[in-house]
């Protein structure tokens, strides 16, 4: 009797022990609620050459704290009207939290920008890389070095006019918008894909030069741990503003 007590108690406590300890590889997904403002303006300066500037602001916790400042400029080779190629530098400060430090990011980028339109539907597409050069942290604060790695992105943006065939001042369009992120380098182990961006909303064209887009995105991300997600319901608000310098042709 004493020797099958034993046996029972070396089959079972291992079986209790490893039911109360937690699934390490179980997914964890933390909502979130942020605000994103952006202003974004592209200037044509010749018929080859441009400039590109983006600054944002974003709060989370809807709009209780920062989260994040981003300024990000470039310059833009117009391979035609529809086709840009950009390379640039961008700063990013993120805020730790509960500390409130700043963490700050080096970016270069380079980007193939192209759009086209069938009928009503106008596409907007780039595919943007990132070397991505991140403050060192412990914790919440700052530590000496930084990181490094590469990203890649894709984004589509589909503008449909509330009617009528073609985008025109006065007219709300129907947007919607899809950007994959995936992460490369020594220092990614688990998060080779690092989020994804879905938008659906509207823009309003002011004039031909100056939109206003409002709308819902939710950005779903992967964190370095592998198995720990966010996932943010962001109300986003941008504005595009574009400018044109090149000298008028006379008319014929």
Not at 229 to 234: E, L, R
Request: charged share 15%.
């Amino acid at each position: 009797m004493q020797r099958s007590l034993l046996l029972l108690l070396i089959l079972v406590l291992p079986c209790t022990t490893y039911a109360q300890v937690p699934d390490r590889n179980a997914k964890i997904v933390f909502p979130q609620e942020q605000v994103w403002i952006g202003y974004f303006n592209q200037t044509r300066l010749t018929r080859h050459v441009g400039l590109w500037l983006d600054v944002h602001h974003r709060r989370i916790d809807f709009l209780d704290r920062p989260n994040q400042n981003l300024i990000r400029g470039a310059l833009t080779y117009y391979v035609a009207d529809n086709v840009r190629l950009m390379a640039g530098y961008a700063f990013v400060g993120s805020y730790l939290s509960p500390s409130g430090v700043v963490r700050p990011e080096h970016r270069p980028w380079q980007q193939v920008w192209w759009s086209g339109r069938s009928g009503r539907f106008n596409l907007t597409q780039w595919v943007r890389t990132e070397q991505r050069f991140n403050r060192s942290i412990q914790g919440d604060q700052l530590a000496d070095g930084y990181g490094f790695n590469w990203r890649f992105r894709y984004n589509f943006l589909l503008q449909i006019p509330v009617k009528g065939e073609t985008i025109q001042p006065g007219v709300p369009n129907f947007v919607l918008q899809d950007e994959v992120f995936v992460n490369a380098g020594k220092q990614i182990t688990y998060n080779y894909f690092d989020q994804n961006r879905f938008f659906v909303g509207l823009s309003y064209p002011f004039t031909k030069h100056l939109l206003l887009q409002a709308g819902y995105m939710n950005l779903f991300q992967q964190q370095a741990a592998g198995n720990t997600f966010t996932n943010n319901h962001t109300l986003r608000l941008f504005l595009f503003h574009n400018l044109d310098f090149r000298p008028q042709q006379p008319a014929p």
